[in-house]
């Protein structure tokens, strides 16, 4: 199983961004699919998930301005930021927890980061 993310970059504060990320190889099933952050020097932070039922949940910092999605026939989880600020700067992490073809257990899959940066 392979995670690919994109859609980071430049943006300026009040900007807009939207990441991507695509799930491909023997995937039998998906439950939660979540975006994390980690900025320079900090640790990594969670900052939204959504389940297979399309609940979502976010972080306090990001409520209201981002918006986690995903399309389960592409196995793609998105995330939506709007109104940006600076303090998005981060590199932002995928995670899926999904279950292989002839595998009784759920794992938890990360993708490679990709780089938001909010500066005028």
């Known amino acids: 199983v392979q995670l690919q993310a994109s859609g980071g970059g430049l943006a300026q504060p009040g900007g807009s961004l939207r990441l991507s990320c695509a799930a491909s190889?023997?995937?039998?099933?998906?439950?939660?699919m979540a975006w994390y952050r980690q900025a320079p020097g900090k640790q990594r932070e969670w900052v939204a998930n959504?389940?297979?039922?399309?609940?979502?949940n976010y972080a306090d910092s990001v409520k209201g301005r981002f918006t986690i999605s995903r399309d389960n026939a592409k196995n793609t989880v998105y995330l939506a930021m709007n109104s940006l600020k600076p303090e998005d700067t981060a590199a932002y992490y995928c995670s899926i927890n999904l279950k292989e073809y002839d595998s009784v257990h759920y794992v938890t899959q990360w993708g490679q980061g990709t780089q938001v940066t909010v500066s005028s």
């Open positions: 190889g023997r995937i039998n099933s998906i439950n939660v």
């Open positions: 959504i389940n297979s039922g399309g609940s979502t």
